[in-house]
């Protein structure tokens, strides 16, 4: 006799041919019955999660958003005065209680008009901009007027002004067509080069606005560097009427007055709007100017990047300077010398508004 107990099966072997087939089928029924609810349920709470989301109703959250989140869908509700609208380039600036917003257009926006006050509703994925498939605009005022802001003293001050409508004046130093939408202006203001887009109009002479100052009114739209410390300033007009024409740089009254003589530039405190006229004797580092004349030479610094071949007299109108041991003239405008022929003057003393 065999001494080893005999051992049982903890479980049946792996055999069906004892179950009942009605049984078989019955426990099936009984599984299928239980998680098709479950499965149910959960198709119909992944079909809800976009609506789950929070509503954007700042599109200033994108930011601050994960590449992921950019990708889900989320409910947006939006209302504001449309200031520039260019679908071309996917650009969407509007305002609301005073403050400026910047919305991603999608390959397909919806349609919208500079000036209307509107409501955007529906969804809106961040990553594939605002698409007309996914929202409704609604217009609640064909027009809004809107009251400007003068950025005069300040242009620099982005975080001031963006995404604002602001007005400000410049002197046009180069114009440059892009495409059949965007005009590029390069413009000095307030010694700096700010950039102006402007939309040409369909069947009309586009306006030479080249060494012109104009008036302008748009958004305007800044970006810091890294540090902080430097900007660049865009201003984005909604059509060309929101230009005007101030008269041309051979106009221009800040050149209607005697020259001084450079060799009695010193005798000026810093700061004290002149003119001088000379000969140019070369152009270092891309901004500075040397003229010469028959009492000294003067190193004029000027954002202007219009070309004057060397030996040609010109004008140049801007604000005494020091810079190490050297005068100069700082912020200044050139121009061609009039034929009005002008004696060098003594300067006058004080301190002058200069012409930005």
């Not at 901004?287 to 140049?316: C, Y």
């Amino acid at each position: 006799m065999n001494r080893m107990a005999k051992v049982r099966p903890l479980f049946p072997p792996a055999s069906f041919s004892a179950v009942d087939p009605r049984k078989g089928r019955w426990l099936a029924a009984l599984l299928l019955g239980l998680c098709l609810p479950l499965w149910a349920a959960a198709q119909v709470g992944a079909a809800a999660a976009p609506t789950s989301l929070r509503t954007i109703t700042n599109p200033d959250e994108v930011w601050l958003m994960t590449t992921e989140e950019r990708a889900r869908c989320y409910p947006l509700r939006l209302e504001g005065r449309v200031n520039f609208f260019d679908p071309m380039w996917g650009n969407l600036w509007f305002e609301h209680e005073g403050v400026g917003r910047f919305v991603h257009l999608g390959s397909k926006p919806p349609l919208m008009r500079n000036g209307q006050r509107v409501l955007i509703e529906g969804t809106y994925v961040p990553v594939e901009g605002l698409d007309a498939g996914r929202v409704q605009v609604t217009v609640l005022k064909d027009f809004e007027p809107i009251e400007p802001v003068s950025t005069a003293g300040r242009i620099s001050e982005v975080r001031l002004f963006d995404r604002k409508v602001v007005t400000l004046e410049g002197y046009v130093d180069e114009q440059q067509l892009m495409d059949s939408q965007h005009l590029r202006l390069m413009l000095i203001v307030e010694d700096r080069r700010v950039i102006c887009w402007v939309p040409p109009e369909p069947h009309r002479a586009l306006p030479d606005w080249q060494r012109h100052f104009i008036r302008v009114t748009a958004v305007y739209s800044g970006r810091l560097d890294a540090t902080g410390t430097d900007s660049t300033v865009e201003l984005w007009t909604a059509r060309q009427a929101d230009l005007v024409e101030l008269g041309t740089i051979e106009a221009d009254p800040q050149f209607v007055r005697p020259p001084v003589a450079i060799g009695s530039l010193s005798e000026t405190p810093p700061g004290t709007e002149v003119l001088v006229r000379g000969t140019i004797q070369r152009r270092e580092s891309g901004a500075q100017i040397v003229l010469r004349d028959s009492t000294g030479e003067v190193t004029v610094n000027s954002l202007q990047r219009e070309r004057f071949p060397a030996g040609v007299e010109v004008e140049a109108v801007g604000r005494t300077g020091i810079s190490g041991s050297r005068w100069v003239i700082e912020s200044g405008l050139v121009r061609q010398a009039s034929t009005v022929a002008h004696a060098p003057s003594r300067p006058r003393r004080g301190r002058c508004r200069g012409w930005s």
